[in-house]
C-alpha cells in the first residue's frame, strides 16, 4: 500500500521519509518487508501523509500521526495529494473537468479509489468473505461522500468511484457463490457508471456484468450486454477495452455453444491485444495488465465450454503466465477448466487430480464459485464403479460446507 501510493504521487523514497520525518532506508524497509514487523509509529506518520485509510496497512485509526514539516521538500499536502489523485484515477477522470475541482475534492476521490484498488488486488488472495464485510463498508463510505457532494461535476466524480466499489461487490458476492447479490450489485456499478457519465467505464461495468451472465450460462443476456458496451466504447476505444470485450463475448458465444462466433472473437481478441503498450499502466477502471496469455486463457475457458479439449490443451502453454500468476482462486477455475478437458478425453485420474487441487484452493479460500464448478465436474462423470481417484474426489467434496 505504501509502495502504491508512493508511486501514485510520483515521489521517491527520499522525498517521502523527508516528509515524515524519516529515513529513505526506512521507507525502503516498510515497502519491502512484507508481513514482517515494522515500527509502528513510522508506518503511521507515513500512512497518514500518503491519505491511506490506516486499517489497510493494519493499525487502528488512532495511531495516525501528523507527518512532521519538511522545508526541503516543496510539495505541500494538498498539492501531494491533488497530483496524487491525477496519477491514481487516470484516464477515467479525462470525463470531467479538473479545473472545476479543488485538490481536496480530487484528493478525497483519490483516496477512495486507492482504497478500492488495494481490495482489488487483495482478492486473489483473501477469502471473499473477509473481504466482503469491509468492500460493503467502503461503499456506505463513497455514497456518504458523494450525497455530500456540492455539485454536479463532484457528484459524477464520486459516482465514478461508487461504481467501481460496487463492481467489486458483484465479483465478490459472484466468488461466494450469491448470484442474486451478484446481480444487484453488478446492476449497482452500471448505474452508477452511468450516472459518473464515462463511457469507458460504464462499458467495463456492462462487461463485467456480461461476463458473470456467461459464466452462469445466460448466453443471450451475455451478449445482448456485450453488444452494449461496445456501443459505450465507440470507434477510439483503448486496445485494453477492446481485447478484454472480445474475450468477454467469447465466453458468451461458447455458452450459447456458438463454436464458430467463439473463435472469430478470440482471433479479434487477439488481434486487439497486440496493439496494447505493456510498458503504460493499464487505464482505470482496468487496474492489471492484460496481455495475449489472458486470451489464451480464455480460449481455454471456451474449449471447455464447447467441449473442445484440443482447445484447452493448445492454449496451456500460451497461458502459463496467467496460470502461474498469484490469483489462486482465479488459477483454480482455469485448472478446472483443464481438469474438464481431461475429463472429455478419457483421462480420469488426470482430471480428478486437478480437480483435487483446485478444490482445495476452494476451500481454503472459502469460494462457492470454485466448489460449484468441482461440482458440475463431478455430475459429468457418471460411472457405476468409480475409481479411487474420484472416490477420494467424493470424500473431499462431501464434506464441503461453505
Not at 474475450?247 to 487477439?270: F, I
Request: with cysteine; glycine share 8%.
Amino acid at each position: 500500500m505504501i509502495r502504491l501510493a508512493r508511486q501514485a504521487a510520483g515521489v521517491s523514497q527520499k522525498q517521502l521519509g523527508e516528509a515524515c520525518g524519516i529515513s529513505q532506508s526506512a521507507v525502503s524497509r516498510m515497502e519491502g518487508h512484507g508481513a514482517a514487523s515494522y515500527d509502528m509509529n513510522q508506518l503511521a506518520r507515513t500512512a497518514t501523509h500518503l491519505q491511506i485509510p490506516l486499517r489497510l496497512v493494519g493499525l487502528a485509526e488512532h495511531a495516525a500521526v501528523r507527518a512532521a514539516p519538511v522545508d526541503r521538500m516543496e510539495v505541500e499536502r494538498r498539492s501531494f495529494l491533488a497530483g496524487a489523485a491525477v496519477a491514481a484515477t487516470g484516464p477515467a477522470l479525462a470525463a470531467f473537468d479538473p479545473r472545476h475541482a479543488s485538490a481536496a475534492e480530487n484528493g478525497r476521490s483519490a483516496t477512495l479509489r486507492l482504497a478500492t484498488s488495494a481490495y482489488r488486488r487483495m482478492d486473489g488472495s483473501t477469502p471473499s468473505r473477509q473481504l466482503a464485510e469491509p468492500v460493503l463498508a467502503h461503499l456506505r463510505l463513497a455514497r456518504t461522500v458523494a450525497g455530500e457532494a456540492e455539485d454536479s461535476a463532484t457528484r459524477a466524480r464520486l459516482a465514478a468511484v461508487g461504481s467501481e466499489v460496487a463492481g467489486l461487490a458483484g465479483w465478490l458476492s459472484w466468488d461466494m457463490g450469491d448470484h442474486g447479490s451478484a446481480r444487484t450489485w453488478y446492476g449497482t456499478a452500471v448505474k452508477a457508471a452511468r450516472s459518473s457519465r464515462d463511457r469507458l467505464l460504464t462499458a467495463y461495468q456492462l462487461g463485467s456484468l456480461a461476463q458473470f451472465e456467461a459464466h452462469a450460462g445466460n448466453a443471450a443476456q451475455a451478449l445482448s450486454l456485450t453488444r452494449s458496451a461496445r456501443r459505450q466504447l465507440g470507434r477510439e476505444r483503448p486496445a485494453i477495452a477492446a481485447a478484454w470485450l472480445s474475450t468477454v463475448e467469447a465466453l458468451a458465444h461458447a455458452a450459447a455453444g456458438d463454436r464458430a462466433s467463439t473463435d472469430q472473437a478470440l482471433k479479434d481478441a487477439t488481434e486487439d491485444a497486440t496493439r496494447i503498450t505493456v510498458e503504460e499502466p493499464p487505464p482505470w477502471p482496468w487496474v492489471f495488465t492484460f496481455s495475449p496469455g489472458k486470451v489464451a486463457a480464455a480460449r481455454l475457458a471456451c474449449g471447455s465450454r464447447l467441449g473442445l479439449p484440443q482447445w484447452v490443451f493448445e492454449a496451456q502453454d500460451e497461458a502459463g503466465p496467467v496460470l502461474a500468476s498469484g490469483h489462486a482462486k482465479q488459477r483454480a477455475v482455469y485448472v478446472l477448466d483443464m481438469a474438464a478437458a481431461h475429463l472429455a478425453s478419457g483421462r480420469i485420474d488426470g482430471a480428478f487430480a486437478l480437480a483435487t487441487q483446485a478444490l482445495e484452493t476452494g476451500v481454503r479460500y472459502r469460494s462457492g464459485r470454485i466448489v460449484e464448478k468441482a461440482r458440475s465436474l463431478r455430475r459429468a462423470y457418471v460411472t457405476a464403479s468409480p475409481p479411487g481417484v474420484v472416490r477420494d474426489f467424493d470424500d473431499r467434496l462431501h464434506g464441503v460446507h461453505l
